[in-house]
Every structure is written in C-alpha cells, then in structure tokens.
C-alpha cells in the first residue's frame, strides 16, 4: 500500500496530458506530517524556520515535566508544547529574539541562552602542530570571551558554537527574562551554582608530567593496514583523511585546565591541569559539583571519558581502552546522573556496542548492534529502557552501507536490544564539511517521539517522529 505525505497537494498525483510535457510541473512542497513508507511511523516538522535544528545531542532541551522542548532557530530560541504533538499543528513560538546557546535548566523553567558577543560559529586556533578548532555546538562555545565576560582572560569555552555577550534565562511560566551574573556561556550546572571554561595552561605545581611524543602514523595505515590508498573505497579514504586531521590532538597534547566560576561571587578557580584537548563538557544532571568531559583526538589512540568534581578533585578516567584501535566516545549522562553512556567499538569498525559505565560501581552495561544499527549519536529514555541512534553515511566509522535511519533500540530482559527502524533518511547529508548535518536526536520524556534534525527535503528543519507505529510498512 502506498503511503502519500499528508500534506501532499492533489496535483502531484495527477498526469499531466501529453499536450502539456514541455510545460514545468510545479514542485511539490516538503511534506510536513506524513507516514515514513518505510517504516510506518509518523513523521512531523516541528520547525518553521528554515536551519533550525535540535540542541547537539548531549544537551538538554526538556523542560524538567517533560512538557516543553527548546530548538535553535535563525531568530533565536524555539520552543515547542509537547502536550499538544500529535494532536495539533505544531505552534513554534521564538521565546527569546536573538538569543543562542540554548540549554534548559535542569531543576527550574528557565531556558539559559546568550545575547551579544563575538556571535556566530567560533572556534579556536593555535601555532602550527596544535590541535586544530573543535567543531561546534550551541551550548558550550569553543572561543575566547571578551574582555568583560566574568572569566579569566585567555579562557574558553570547550565543545561548541557561541562564545562571548552576557546570559540570561527565560521562564516558561512567567515570560519574565533575568541576567545571570558571572556567567559567559550557558553551560551552568544543575543547581545554577557554576559555569565553566577551559585554558591553555602548565601546572604551575610541576606536579602534572608531560607524557612522552608519540610518533606520527598516518591513520590509513592505523585504520587499514596493509592497503594503499588506491584499493581504499571514497568513503574509506575520506575517513583516513578526517581522521589523520585529529590525530595532532594525540600525538603531542598541550596542557589544558578547567576554570571554574561560581555565579553568586565570581570567584573563578582553576584546576584539572592535563596534557589533552579537553572537550564535550557535560554537567551532571543530579550531581552539582560533577563534569563530563572528553579528550579529543583520534578516538581509537586516546582514552576519552573522563570526569572531575568543581573544586578540582577525584579527576577519574570512566572507561580505559584495553586494545589497540579501541573507541569509546560520544559519551553523554543518564538523566539520572548515574551513568555515563558511550559510544564502544572493540575494535573500531569492527564490533560495536551501546556501552555504559554505572558511576558508583564501575561496571559496564554493553548492549550489542550490527553495523547498519551504528548511529554517530544516541540517546537515552529518562527511564533507560529506550535509547535512539541517528544512524551514518558510509563515510563514517562504521562504513555501513544501509545505515542512514532514525533507529530505535529496546532493552530487552536478556541484555540484548531490539532495533526499528523510525524514519528513512536515504537523503539526508550527514557529511558536515560539506553541507551536511548530524541529526542528534533524543527522546521525549514520556517517550512518544523522537526528535531530530534532518535535511532530506534540502533545507534543515527540527522533526519529531513518533514511536508508536501508526501503519504496517
């Protein structure tokens, strides 16, 4: 049975007679609530804006009841009534003007964002041979602020996109904007008691050892030993290029701390002196005085998850690679600050997992997928049972050649998972450097839908699928 986009407009069902071939038929518009064919489940767009997207996948965009969600739009910052999807016409309404870096409070109805500053997608740079700029994301902004922002000077944010101006938070309920003092990103902390930056800094202690040079080795041979790069697919060799651009991270890390600032007092603290590009910083969402953060670098030669306490102590590496081309990366917090998910590969491109390290045990949670199941980003129900994965192109790490979908993976009672299929995205472009985009979807919190960016119709837009199916495929 066919399954025909509900917005779809009668004239794109209709044959034009013969007299009129070489006339132009008009475009059928993007559909914006349809069934998936494929897969059978419904399909709704969110945004109105044109390059609107979701917060990147680690962010929080829920409101603490689970009833409003927050998305970047052009003009600022989206929010979406959850209680009404599915039932009405999405509504999105631009809450705050201008605004960028949104990231929900964890405990109140605020919605933290930034106004001013240097604006845009930042990034840093350094000498030759120095880690190259990180790829950014709305919340956690990798550029220098200005001078009259509340940190340091020489400081920076780690992972993200916009830098600089001062931050404000919005309530839900009473529309009312205030300023936070002290504050010069929106990574805040759940009980609104810190905010951080990263810098370039030696210990000045002499107490952190600088590790030894590694050798340079270009990852075609790390990735595929043995080939040239003439028996290398495109996408293959696209990978090895990508990755021989990390590699610098590893090889010869500078040093790096974590400045942390209290927002009552401004009172700002550095602590955290480690050779590694520090990146990813993630609050936890339970425990106020938590970081998650990464080293980045080329995945298979670094060990990524690690976490430190705000006063500087219990700086702890979560998950320890234990053979050669190892990943784990694209870590991110349980809603209950109890464990800390990752993406695990053993070894890379070759066996992977939903992987997760419980924060008071140490043990490990592993949950097995086949390759076409590989996700660039997953994602967590708030009560575990659920996770989602935003599927990849062959060019990445998985080199998967049926793996462009929003899946959906169910825990069942004998520790595997159980994988559907959500919503064919054959024609999304997941390449970033050119032209693409990353999903990083999440789960609504009553785990109805799930929500994600997407440019299969050539423009992004915010989309919410929804988890019930509504029709066999």
């Known amino acids: ?45 969110l945004s109105r804006e044109p390059g609107s997207s979701t917060l990147y996948f680690h962010d929080n965009a829920y409101s603490p009841q689970g009833d409003k969600l927050i998305f970047s739009a052009p003009s600022g910052i989206g929010l979406i009534d959850l209680t009404k999807l599915g039932v009405e016409a999405p509504q999105p309404e631009v809450v705050a ?11 109140t109805r605020e919605i933290y964002f930034s106004r001013g500053g240097a604006g845009g997608r930042g990034g840093r740079s350094g000498p030759p041979g120095q880690p190259p700029a990180a790829n950014p994301t709305p919340a956690n902004p990798t550029v220098t602020p200005p001078a009259t922002a509340a ?42 008691t810190f905010t951080l930056a990263t810098t370039v800094a030696e210990d000045p202690t002499g107490r952190t050892p600088r590790p030894p040079i590694r050798p340079l080795i270009p990852q075609l041979q790390r990735m595929f030993p043995g080939k040239k790069p003439e028996e290398l697919t495109p996408d293959q060799l696209y990978a090895a290029n990508k990755e021989d651009g990390l590699a610098s991270r590893a090889i010869n ?12 007092t401004g009172e700002a603290k550095t602590v955290g002196y480690q050779y590694g590009s520090i990146n990813h910083m993630q609050f936890s969402p339970t425990d106020p005085t938590l970081l998650l953060f990464c080293h980045e670098g080329t995945w298979h030669e670094v060990d990524r998850v690690w ?33 800390i998910w990752f993406d695990l590969q053993t070894p890379r491109s070759q066996q992977f997992w939903i992987a997760g390290v419980n924060l008071a045990t140490g043990k490990e949670t592993r949950y097995p997928i086949e390759r076409d199941w590989w996700s660039v980003h997953y994602n ?36 595997s998972i159980a994988r559907e299929k959500l919503v064919n995205l054959a024609k999304h472009s997941y390449v970033t450097g050119r032209g693409g985009i990353e999903p990083n979807g999440s789960i609504t919190p009553d785990n109805k839908w799930v929500v994600f960016s ?20």
């Open 1 to 45: 049975m066919l399954h025909l986009p509900r917005s779809c407009h009668l004239f794109a069902l209709i044959a034009l007679p013969a007299f009129a071939a070489d006339v132009s038929a008009p475009t059928p518009a993007a559909p914006t609530d349809w069934i998936d064919p494929d897969t059978g489940h419904r399909v709704i767009q």
């Open 97 to 107: 003007p201008g605004g960028r870096g949104g990231y929900m409070a964890r405990r």
């Open 151 to 192: 940190v340091p000077p020489g400081a920076r944010g780690g992972r993200g996109g916009f830098g600089g101006g001062e931050v404000f938070a919005y309530d839900l309920d009473t529309k009312a904007t205030r300023k936070i003092p002290h504050a010069a990103r929106t990574l805040i902390n759940c009980d609104e």
């Open 253 to 264: 890390p500078r040093s790096e701390a974590i400045i942390f600032t209290q927002l009552k």
């Open 307 to 339: 976490t430190i306490r705000t006063d500087g102590s219990e700086l702890t590496l979560r998950h320890r690679r234990t053979m050669d081309m190892e990943i784990a990366g694209h870590e991110f917090w349980s809603h209950d600050g109890q464990t």
């Open 380 to 415: 967590v129900s708030r009560d575990n049972r659920l996770f989602m994965g935003d599927g990849g192109d062959p060019t990445q790490v998985a080199f998967a050649i049926n793996g462009q979908w929003i899946n959906l993976f169910r825990v069942q009672p004998d520790g």
């Open 454 to 473: 997407g440019n299969m119709f050539g423009v992004r837009h915010v989309y919410a699928v929804e988890i019930a199916r509504a029709k066999s495929p």
